[in-house]
């Protein structure tokens, strides 16, 4: 089995949609953030690493290097012949639409290229970049618009100092999705003052406001940033792995189906990652995700369009036994069902029936109630900065 068995990947998305397969090729194109020179704050994030994402930052390599480089990467593992241009580091939007042009052409130029994916902040997303996004698109290109916004907590985002609120990414996503560009949104589990009850509300927002691609992935400490301060007193505990991979399916299992999840880990060079140190292992991750996923017999959308505290209580609720006058001798079909992998759950596997498809305001407000690469960059903490 595949974790694309049970979640629509990025990945496979492209296989379907194109007939062949495109990999991404992760760019550093020399970009900062308005939330680290000055324009927005000082410092950035706090959980961001200002000096050790790249240690060759201060060798810029040229875009034409890094897509050789990328490449070569991706030829040891697949036999992928077209590739994305994914301006990645930092904050991709963050200069005028003309030397943004200039950028992006540089890349789409190659002849393996077919578009590009750019992460930005969803308060660096002018009218102007997005008019010449969707101009790609006219002319044949894949292009999706990768925006971080991590939570959808106003009290959250001004906690990590992150700059900008909800209200910023509600007015892009919008306008972004009206010109016909493909969203995929970063949200990030375990964020400071967080708990489950956010993670699931975030997810409901981003949902209503609409979305066509995710991207999750836990927060880890790395070096020299405010939050491995705050970790080494003792101020802040980072997820474990089982806790990770049981809010991620959680997650997956209340996305609807046509929602592409671009990732659902992240990870973190190891010699600058304090913790946790399962953030190293991507692939001890993913499978992890996979395989609790087939142990609930679940899959990406069963849950989707049910209230997260509806599904947290019946989950908590014993299974009624199919003999008991309460279950009027129907087969139970409750997620314990699917848990013990009974293959008359709703829920088996992709492809399979199971829920229905958010429809909006509604699920925001019943959930938000319960509320009181090729360069060696942090691909996690470093997207859509």
Known sequence: MALSNYIQTFGQYLLERHGQRIHKIALDAGFTCPNRDGAKGIGGCTFCNNSSFNPNRSEQKTLEVQLDSGRRAIAKRTRAKKYLAYFQAYTNTYAEVAELDALYRQAMTQHDIVGLSVGTRPDCVSGAVLDLLAGYREEGRIVWLELGLQSAFDETLRRVNRGHGLKEYRDVAIEARQRGIPLCTHLILGLPGEGESHYHASLDAVLDIGVDGLKLHPLHVVKHTVLANQWRRGEYRPLGREEYIGYACDL??????????????????????????????????????????????????????????????????????????????????????????????????????????????????????????????????????
């Open 252 to 385: 997956i299992e209340r996305t609807p189906e046509h929602i592409v999840f671009h990732r659902v880990t992240g990870t973190a060079a190891k010699d600058i990652l304090l913790a946790p140190e399962w953030c190293s292992q991507k692939w001890n991750v993913l499978n992890g995700i996979e395989l609790e996923l087939k142990r609930r017999g679940h899959h990406q959308g069963c849950l989707a369009g049910m209230p997260w505290i509806t599904v947290k209580q019946h989950k908590l609720e014993p299974p009624t036994p199919s003999n008991s006058p309460l279950s009027g001798g129907e087969p139970d079909t409750s997620p314990e069902a699917g848990q013990a992998g009974n293959p008359r759950s709703g829920c088996s596997h992709k492809g399979r029936p199971g829920g229905v498809r958010v429809t909006g305001s509604n699920l925001v407000r019943r959930s938000s109630s319960v509320v009181a690469s090729a360069i060696p960059i942090n691909e996690a903490i470093l997207d859509a900065a």
